[in-house]
C-alpha cells in the first residue's frame, strides 16, 4: 500500500578455474579425479508468474487504487504447484504462469496462501493449460536446512533465457518479521551481491540444484538478501498438502525480557533462571483458553529452556527466538508444555495452540483480498479501523495517526469488552445533511440511536431500524450527540449514488 501524508474523503561471478600447477617431475601421477556430474537445468524447475494487483482506497473505501503489475520467478515444488511469497498475490485480479522462453501462459490461481508467513502456493486454473505449460517440468527437492557459512544461490533467468546464477553465503539465521509486523518467522539472512536481471522478485534460492529457501527482501546498500527458511517452506508445503490450509499457529501473548534485576526480583525468579514476562494474553487465543495470566513468566516450552531475553539453544541452528517453538515447529491443533512461574511458584499448562484469524482482531493488522467496511449516511462517512487505514497517514503514521485509533491499537483490553472492531466516522462529504459536522473526523462511535455499535453490521442495523425522524449518534471521545435528519440525509444518499459512488455501504 503507498503511503499518504492525509487521509482524504472523496477521496509504494563467474567462478575463475583454479590455475593447475605442473606436478613435480619425481611425483607419481595422482589419478583422475572423475569429472563431476553435469548441473541440472533449473530453467525445467521454476516458472515466471505476472500478477496484476489492485488495493482499495483507504480514503475511499467504496473505490480501488490504480492496478499495479508485478512480475516473478518462482520454485516448482510439487505436481503443477508452485511457491512464491505472499506479497506477490496480495489483492491480486490477476495471476498467469509464463514458461521460462516465453512460450507458454496458463492462468494460475491461489492454492494455499499464508500472509504472515508470506509464503504462497500457486497451481493453473485451468487443467488443459496447466498440463501443456507443466509437461516437461521438473519439481525441486527441498534441501536439508543449511548452516552458517554455507553457500547458497540464488537463481534469476534473463530475458534471452540465461541462467544467471548468483552467489552468497548464509551470514546469520533468526526470527524476524519480513512482510507483516508483528509475525515472525524463521529467516535466513544471505550476503549477495544481486544483479539487475529479469524476474528479480520472489527468486528460488538453490544449493547443490535443491530448494532452500524463497528471496523476500534484498537490501543493494548492505547486499544482504532476506530468504523464507527451508523449515518454514517445508511445513507450509505440508500443511497445504490436503487442500484445507490451517495456518501457522499462534499462541497469543507478548512478551518482555526479564534482564532488569528489579523486575527478576519483584518476579521472584533466581539468579540462574531465565524466562520472559507475560504482558498481555490476547482475548480467546490458546494461551487465555489454558488458562495462562499477564504477569506470568515463560521459563520453558517443552522442555526447551527460555533465557531471560527470549532465546533458546535450537539443535541445529544455535540460538533462536522462542517464537520459533510455536510457528516453525508447531502445527494447528496440537498442544505444547509451558513452564511457568506464576508469583514465585511453579505452574505447568498444555495450550492446544490455534489459528488467530486477523479478522478477529479488535484492529487488523492486514486486510488482503478482502474489501473494507464501511457506510455512508447522509454524507457522514464510516469506517472500522485497520492498521492499514492507519498507515496511510504517511511514513510516520505512529506519531501522525490520531490518539485514540493508536490506543485502540495498542491495548484492545480496553475496548474489547465494548466492540468487536472499532467503527469511527472518518469524516464527511459536504452537503444539506451535514451542515455544521464538516469538522468532526476521527471519532469512535459508541451508540447510534441508543443501541450500542460493536461492529459495522450493528451499525447498519441501528441506522435501519431506527423509525424516528432524525438519527442520533454518540462518540466514545466527547460527550456530546450529533443528529441526522433522516428525510434529508435519505435524500442525500439518493443524490450519492447519482453522482457516481457506486455503493453507499459494505459489511462483510
Known amino acids: 500500500m503507498r503511503p499518504i501524508h492525509t487521509l482524504p474523503l472523496l477521496f509504494v561471478l563467474t567462478a575463475c578455474e583454479p590455475r593447475k600447477s605442473e606436478p613435480a617431475a619425481q611425483a607419481p601421477a595422482a589419478p583422475a579425479e572423475a569429472p563431476a556430474p553435469p548441473r541440472a537445468d533449473l530453467k525445467a524447475s521454476v516458472v515466471r508468474i505476472n500478477a496484476t494487483q489492485q488495493s482499495w482506497n483507504p480514503g475511499q473505501p467504496w473505490e480501488k487504487n490504480p492496478p499495479n503489475q508485478r512480475r516473478a520467478l518462482a520454485a516448482i515444488v510439487g505436481p503443477q504447484r508452485v511457491i512464491t511469497t505472499s506479497e506477490l498475490v496480495a ?41 501443456l505449460l507443466f509437461e516437461k517440468t521438473t519439481p525441486l527437492e527441498i534441501t536439508a536446512p543449511p548452516k552458517i557459512g554455507q553457500a547458497l544461490e540464488i537463481l534469476q533467468i534473463e530475458e534471452n533465457g540465461q541462467t544467471l546464477l548468483t552467489p552468497g553465503s548464509l551470514q546469520s539465521i533468526d526470527v524476524t518479521s519480513n512482510f507483516l ?36 527482501s534484498y537490501n543493494s546498500k548492505d547486499q544482504i538478501c532476506d530468504v523464507a527458511s527451508t ?56 494461551a487465555e483458553t489454558a488458562g495462562v495470566k499477564k504477569g506470568d513468566v515463560l521459563l ?12 533458546y539453544q535450537h539443535p541445529h541452528y544455535g540460538s533462536l527466538f522462542w517464537g520459533h517453538l510455536i510457528r516453525g515447529e508447531k502445527s494447528t491443533g496440537e498442544s505444547v508444555t509451558l513452564s511457568l512461574l506464576r508469583e514465585g511458584q511453579p505452574l505447568e499448562l498444555k495450550p492446544v495452540l490455534t489459528r488467530e484469524e486477523e479478522s478477529a482482531r479488535l484492529v487488523p493488522g492486514y486486510n488482503f483480498d478482502k474489501a473494507p467496511n464501511f457506510l455512508i449516511k447522509g454524507g457522514l462517512v464510516f469506517q472500522e479501523l485497520s492498521r492499514p487505514l492507519m498507515e496511510a497517514y504517511g511514513e510516520n503514521w505512529q506519531s501522525r495517526a490520531p490518539l485514540n485509533f493508536l490506543d485502540a491499537m495498542e491495548n484492545p483490553e480496553k475496548y474489547e469488552n465494548q466492540m468487536n472492531r472499532v467503527v469511527f466516522l472518518s469524516g464527511s462529504i459536504p452537503t444539506p445533511a451535514t451542515v455544521g459536522y464538516e469538522s468532526l473526523r476521527n471519532l469512535i462511535v459508541r451508540k447510534v440511536n441508543g443501541k450500542e455499535i460493536k461492529d459495522m453490521k450493528t451499525l447498519i442495523a441501528a441506522f435501519k431500524g431506527n423509525l424516528n425522524e432524525r438519527h442520533s449518534i454518540e462518540f466514545v471521545e466527547e460527550d456530546f450527540t450529533v443528529y441526522l435528519d433522516d428525510a434529508v440525509a435519505t435524500g442525500v444518499d439518493a443524490q450519492l449514488l447519482q453522482r457516481g459512488i457506486t455503493r453507499l455501504s459494505r459489511a462483510e
Do not use: C
Not at 99 to 108: I, K, R
Not at 305 to 311: L, P
Open 91 to 131: 489483492d491480486a485480479t490477476y495471476l498467469e504462469f509464463e514458461s521460462p522462453d516465453g512460450t507458454h501462459f496458463s492462468q494460475a490461481k491461489v492454492i494455499a496462501v499464508d500472509y504472515e508467513a508470506n509464503l504462497a502456493l500457486l497451481g493453473p486454473a485451468d487443467e488443459t493449460e496447466g498440463k
Open 181 to 216: 509486523p508483528g509475525h515472525g518467522f524463521l529467516t535466513y539472512l544471505v550476503k549477495a551481491s544481486m544483479q539487475s536481471a529479469a524476474s528479480s522478485y520472489s527468486l528460488p534460492v538453490v544449493h547443490d540444484g535443491k530448494l532452500t529457501g524463497v528471496l523476500i
Open 231 to 286: 523449515d518454514i517452506i517445508s511445513r507450509f508445503l505440508q500443511e497445504s498438502a490436503d487442500d484445507d490450509y490451517q495456518g501457522f499457529p499462534s499462541l497469543g501473548i507478548s512478551i518482555a525480557r526479564t534482564e532488569d534485576a528489579s523486575l527478576r526480583q519483584w518476579l521472584k525468579l533466581a539468579d540462574d533462571q531465565g524466562g520472559i514476562y507475560i504482558q498481555t494474553v490476547r482475548k480467546g487465543g490458546a
Open 300 to 311: 520453558a516450552i517443552d522442555g526447551q529452556a527460555i533465557d531471560r531475553r527470549g532465546y
